[in-house]
Each structure stands twice: as structure tokens, then as C-alpha cells.
């Protein structure tokens, strides 16, 4: 007995995001990610399109700008890098349903 799927619905299992949250594999790969957004030069904007073409292939909507660039405020502390702002940005891109699905 076989049957096709024409469409496969986005979707996310709780297994699914813990093994995203926290396999060893996705975890090395968001710092990775972050170690390399953080070492580019320019402002903040230009990481964060930078970032979300890594992960997600496309530019951050202007919602997501916003409360990415929110978060890395909140994360960063004057006078230090902000290496780990950004591998922690990766870690949540990483585990969202746009990264897990295909369009």
C-alpha cells in the first residue's frame, strides 16, 4: 500500500525543538554562526540580514528586525563582545519552523 503527499504542513514537534534546542550538532552550529555574524564589520543591520540569510535564506522581515535588534540590546553588555548575543539569535533561528520546513 502506497500513498502521496503532495504538501507536507508545517508543522513542529516538542522533540523536534528540544533536539534543535539542544543536540550537540545544532548548538556547535549556532555558535559557529554567531562567531561569524559577530566578526563581520559594519553596524548591527547589516549582521542581522546577514544572519537571517544564513539560517533562512532571506531578509528579516521589519517585525523581526525589530525584536531581533531588541533582544541583542538586552543581551549586550557595554565594553564587551557581543559574540554570545549573537550565537544565542542563531540558536533561536535555528529553531524556528522556517529553518525545520521547506518551501
Known sequence: FSTTCTRR????TPLQS????NDVIFVEAAAAIG???AA???PDDGRLDAIFEICLAR????RERTVAGDFLRSQTVADEPA???WRTLARGLINTDNFVTRE
Open 59 to 62: 531578509r528579516p522581515s521589519p
Open 9 to 12: 504542513l508545517p508543522s513542529n
Open 35 to 37: 562567531d561569524r555574524v
Open 83 to 85: 559574540v554570545a548575543a
Open 18 to 21: 528540544l533536539m534543535l534546542a
Open 40 to 42: 563581520l564589520p559594519g
